[in-house]
């Protein structure tokens, strides 16, 4: 059966909690705290799931709303967990007419992972990203750091196995 979105449970530790109340308590009254501070949340964190955004928002006397606004406008930050290797498929114009939508599918298919979502087993992250600046190579997906363009999406299988 097909993984439709893998759900990983947040688990913080205490250390991580601690980190984060020292972010808040030192940003705590200052105007424009909340990017700053969701900014070293996403860094301890590796994201910002919503018991983070909880924390950031009691700590700082704002609305949960505010916090989620920032966190869901702004690219830099992550509301779901990334796994150890990111798979990142250009969605933007010139990938997607040059058949991006179908790279993405055969990604899915590979990894048996939904775009924004993880595997099970942590491994590998799949996000359908906006432009990412390599026009002339598209279609273009980046693994691990790694660009690669001008792709079919019988390249994708090779390309993965590098990883796994």
Do not use: W
């Not at 910002?48 to 700082?60: D, M, R």
């Not at 990604?107 to 942590?122: F, N, Q, W």
């Amino acid at each position: 059966m097909p993984n439709t979105k893998t759900v990983v449970p947040f688990a913080g530790t205490a250390e991580q909690e601690q980190r984060l109340a020292d972010v808040i308590a030192r940003h705590k009254g200052q105007a424009g705290a909340a990017m700053p501070v969701l900014q070293e949340a996403q860094g301890i964190y590796g994201y910002l799931p919503e018991e983070v955004q909880i924390k950031v928002a009691e700590g700082l006397g704002i609305s949960l709303s505010e916090v989620y606004g920032i966190a869901s406008f702004y690219t830099q930050f992550s509301l779901n967990p990334k796994g150890q290797t990111e798979v990142n498929v250009c969605l933007g114009t010139a990938c997607y007419v040059k058949g991006a939508g179908e790279i993405l599918a055969r990604v899915e298919r590979k990894l048996d992972c939904k775009a924004g979502s993880v595997t099970p087993d942590g491994k590998f992250s799949v996000d359908a990203t906006r432009c990412i600046g390599a026009c002339g190579l598209a279609p273009v997906i980046v693994v691990g750091g790694d660009v690669y363009g001008r792709l079919v999406p019988d390249d994708i299988d090779a390309i993965l196995d590098k990883y796994m």
